[in-house]
């Protein structure tokens, strides 16, 4: 490391320089776009400087490795849709995870002598790394839809702190042994891989997108470990932001569910009863009688969805919404915190469909507003405007900030049939009094609504 | 590395990495964590200096397979963050 050329470790600080740089600028949306290019570059320079590195063995090999990894990627990443985009950061996240283990495995195979810090920082990088990628792993393979069911052993609590404990046990040897003998290597790794893959098969697709986000913190850490391993500050500095700021997102995340992380990783939701009895009846409404309303409303608040993502309805609502926009209608969209798969993730599929991010508004700042609005039209959303969360102790989303989409004057929903949301829990919401179902396919129904308004002009 | 000067490191990093994120709008919480996700992809220069270094085979397909990973990390991570990033749009651009 310190007899490294000026160069190499230039190009290294200017790496780190230029990611922090780039995170920066993806804290607005307007230097967003700027901030992910100057990160760009940062990791082109970086590995630009590492191929000068002199001595470097294997070249053929490193670039025929970079070729593949990098193109295999690239084109999964362009052809992915928006919608599957949580699953495709997940397992972009579990390969840095598995690269950084991979980094301690060969670390590990030298059997080199390290100062005892360092190899303790080895083994933790090692176990958090192969924990994020076959974690990862799982977590994609429930998103795309590959294993349906969440899988849980029986004791599984009991069996995720044995495996635990174990990695830990074999951790500490690999420390107090060292250099360890391959035998003991290939068990810590073998474990620790398990403990990654049971640990997260018993989480439901709910919780996911939190579980992504603390992988992705994970991953980080493990970087920041293997960076002080191979003595290199951009891999510490890069890896350590993003562990630091990855725990905060994912504790962000846990929040806005109402859900602490113990409970997501320890206790899958379960369908609870509906709670308290639910008096009244479901009230349908047609596309017509829809669009009337919010044509001569005076303001009407649109809360989207993840099924309005999956029937593919978001141009035609956005398409609705400026006509309504035309006739002086005023429209704004609320967005919960769990919207979609992931934190966000719903304001990346308006903006798909051209939804200027200034009419995109979240829980604080529109929740205040229902009680002005006309209407509030509930495309494909669920728990996220049940007011049993505010009000039924005994219902298993209580507690869970939510979009108050009651307290508008008249609340339209439109939803594929009369099932509960993703808890498994009765929205009360359909049964109150200022409550109309539109039953229909998200994307049909919003055409449907459109031709009703240019009707009406 | 000088063991306590790599400890003022992470403290720093840590540091920054928690007050970069606590201003950051909901908006763009997918997209950040997309885009953290490719900064940690800077794993890539950790596992080439490590096949850079191999000496036997198995090293060498270790090493092969993190590079690969690593590099899989970053290409990817950088592609969905920015065509994430490029669609949002303030008014007048749709």
Redesign the interface.
């Known amino acids: 490391m310190m007899s490294l050329p000026l160069y190499v470790q230039g190009a290294w600080f200017l790496g780190a320089l230029l990611f922090i740089f780039g995170l920066k600028g993806m804290s607005s949306p307007a230097s967003a776009r700027k901030g992910i290019v100057l990160a760009g570059y940062g990791m082109l320079i970086a590995i630009a400087g590492t191929f000068l590195v002199p001595g470097l063995k294997n070249l053929a090999l490193m670039v025929a490795a970079l070729g593949l990894g990098g193109a295999a990627a690239w084109i999964s990443g362009k052809k992915v849709k928006m919608t599957d985009m949580p699953q495709m950061v997940a397992i972009y996240n579990g390969m840095g995870g598995g690269a950084a283990a991979a980094i301690a495995a060969i670390e590990f195979a030298k059997g080199d002598a390290h100062s005892t810090v360092t190899t303790i920082l080895a083994v933790l990088g090692a176990l958090i790394g192969a924990v994020s990628f076959t974690g990862s792993c799982v977590a994609w393979a429930k998103l795309q839809g590959v294993l349906k069911k969440a899988i849980r052993l029986p004791a599984q609590n009991a069996v995720n702190v044995i495996l635990a404990l174990n990695a830990i046990g074999l951790g500490i040897a690999m420390v107090a042994f060292a250099p360890a003998k391959p035998e003991l290597i290939l068990f810590f790794f073998a474990i620790s891989l398990i403990l990654g893959l049971i640990v997260t098969l018993p989480i439901g697709g709910a919780d996911m997108p939190v579980v992504i986000s603390l992988f992705n913190a994970f991953t980080g850490l493990a970087v920041g470990f293997e960076g002080y391993v191979l003595g290199n500050p951009a891999l510490i500095i890069a890896g350590i932001v993003v562990g630091a700021a990855g725990t905060l997102l994912t504790q962000l995340m846990a929040k806005a569910m109402n859900r602490p992380l113990s409970n997501i990783l320890f206790t899958p939701m379960v369908a609870s009863g509906p709670g308290e009895a639910i008096s009244g009846s479901m009230k349908e409404v047609g596309p017509i009688d829809a669009a009337a309303m919010m044509r001569y409303a005076s303001k009407v608040i649109i809360v989207p969805g993840y099924g309005m993502a999956v029937a593919h309805a978001q141009h035609k609502v956005w398409e609705m919404t400026s006509i309504l926009e035309e006739a002086g209608v005023e429209v704004k969209f609320a967005i919960h915190p769990v919207a979609g798969r992931m934190p966000g993730h719903m304001n990346v599929l308006l903006a798909e469909a051209g939804v200027p991010y200034d009419k995109i508004f979240d829980l604080e700042e529109i929740n205040g507003e229902f009680g002005q609005a006309d209407v509030a039209l509930i495309i494909g959303a669920n728990d996220v405007v049940n007011p049993s969360a505010r009000t039924d102790k005994a219902s298993s989303i209580y507690g869970m900030p939510i979009l108050n989409a009651d307290q508008a004057q008249n609340v339209i929903v439109i939803k594929r049939g009369k099932g509960t949301g993703y808890s498994g829990v009765e929205n009360a919401l359909f049964y109150t009094d200022n409550c109309r179902m539109l039953y229909g396919d998200a994307q049909p129904m919003a055409g449907e609504i459109i031709q009703h308004l240019k009707a009406m002009g | 590395?000088d063991?306590l000067l790599?400890l003022y490191?992470?403290m720093l990093?840590?540091?920054?990495?928690?007050e970069?994120?606590?201003?950051?709008?909901?908006?763009?919480?997918?997209?950040?964590?997309?885009?953290?996700?490719?900064?940690?992809?800077?794993?890539?220069?950790?596992?080439?200096?490590?096949?850079?270094?191999?000496?036997?085979v198995?090293?060498?397909a270790?090493?092969?397979?993190?590079?690969?990973?690593?590099?899989?990390?970053?290409?990817?991570?950088?592609?969905?963050?920015?065509?994430?990033?490029?669609?949002?749009?303030?008014?007048?651009?749709?």
């Open positions: 590395m063991g790599a490191i992470f990093a840590a540091f920054t990495g928690y970069i994120i606590a201003k950051v709008p909901v908006i763009l919480h997918t997209p950040l964590m997309s885009g953290s996700n490719f900064v940690h992809g800077v794993v890539v220069v950790g596992a080439m200096l490590m096949l850079g270094s191999a000496d036997t198995l090293q060498q270790i090493g092969f397979f993190a590079v690969a990973l690593g590099a899989a990390n970053a290409a990817g991570g950088y592609v969905v963050t920015e065509r994430m990033l490029a669609m949002f749009k303030k008014k007048e651009g749709a």
